[in-house]
């Protein structure tokens, strides 16, 4: 018969009321709370039907050394004089429990009770949720540049879609947190006043919904991007080795009985040390190349330049639906040419280059397009919008970012020669001249293609074979 | 904390306060409230400590004795005065209130 249970903590931090009555529950079937935290662990007890009592001593600390201060031994002193035995603690929370049924409760003034909830609230509780509701922002509108710059990409990834729904969802965790809360504040001062205790109230099973979302959208942002999963792993195991170190180093300080504010001013500074380790590390590794991955079908190889320095990069052997030699003749033979596939249940995408690979100095002709599939119809004006605006979105950042292609913008053309339902044209109104570049669409499927092989005027040929091979075929 | 808090004082309040006229420990105050009141005013050990350690820092109470954790506490001239005050409120109260309802 197991000794032991432990159980995920759905509960708000402020929510006395739930917990206490999740106690109670967890006596009447014979577990007794002994361990407090991100996890709760129970000590099996004869079912009992305990009176619980989950109150705040404010002047504690998430940092403070495992034994008590005298303040708290006082504390508990207190409760035990009116019958209440300490069951476990952790940081300024503290539970009791009592086999008197009408024991006198522990808080007795709901002003005071408001006001100690609120100064254990404002130590740690506060604060890490507003840092939480500040980087679920910060995905969030980082996740919509991604999208102003390349809707219908964006729309494409599982991964871009996961992480914007994701930094929605801890948003509205955290808002249920601290809305919940000073909702539950602004009206229990009012109870207070005319002397009433106000029950808390949190959502545990929305909370349980909302995590198991969020770890859920974590995985398929870990998975779907197979780019990006090296990376995405290291920074992971990162984080966790560096949460794990920090609470090593904050667990054995407080073992050791240091005081609070050493504690906190060791950790903070370890956090930042670590970080920096951590961050280092990982951009050596990455400027070495070590998350690097070689993709299916390619071959690295290396250039090294006039200055002496060296650098790699890969030559891929995808199957394309469209070649350069099929609208043109080239005698380059090195070409590189690269496949990438995005799917999302909104909208697919097939990005497809033939490049010379870098260092080549010939002047070989070069092709390069996007083929977006809409699956999602309300959505296929936002990425023929975001396609027309390519040149607009288009930004480079060094030092500060720049827009290359400022001057240039996509304009309508006749449509018929492509078979296409529309079609545009690059054009730059710097020089009033028309660029090597279209947009062609049909049904629900928008095309993007450029590259110095279409120089020239293009014959009635080339544009059949490209509207054959991206605007008719079945490309996934 | 301010001292505007307790510009007026709740029962328990009142009631911790009187308990200390005489030097009290912090913990038998609970028993002697319930006494006072004959169970009527009934303070929480949270409460109770909490609001010791309120009186302490505005210096309406002075700690006199400590044996180990049994710490004991007595009113000062201040803690006085804010109780009289009270006092005086509430008989203004009931004066007020049997001028209404004079027979």
Redesign the interface.
Known sequence: MLKTKYEYNFYSFYDHTGMEQHFEKMAAQGWLIEKLGYFWRYRRIGPQALRFSV?YYSEASEFDPTKPS?GE???Y???A??G?NKAASRAQMNVFYNEDANA??????A???VE?LHQSMKKEQLIAWFLMLALALWIFFDMCKSFIRDFAAALSRLSALSAILDSVLLFLLCALELGGYYLWRRRAKREAEL?RFLPTRSHPVLQMLALLVLVMGCAVVLYSDKEGRGTYLAILTGIVLLDALIWGIKGLLKRRGGSAELNRGITLVSVLILSFIFSFTYLRSVRNGQFDQTPENATRYEVTWSNGETSFYYAYDDPLPLYVQDLTKTDYDRYSCELAEESSPLASQVRGAQRMRTGDEDDAPELNYEVTDVKFAPLFDACLDGELKYYQNYTVTFYRTHRPFRNWEYREVDAAPWGADRAWQAFDTESDGWGVSWVLTRGKRIVRIGGSALTGTLSQAQMDTISEKLLDADIK | MAREKFSTLTEQMFYILLCLREECCGMDVMARVNELTGGRVAVGPGTLYNLLEQFLAAGYIVETRAEGRRRSYQLTAEGKTLLQNEVERLQAQVRDYEKLFER
Do not use: N, R, S, Y
Not at chain 1, 104 to 109: A, C, G, K, L, N
């Open positions: 109150v005298e031994l006082t504390f002193d207190f409760c004089q009116a209440w006198v409760p522990i808080e007795t003034d002003a005071l009770q100690t002397g």
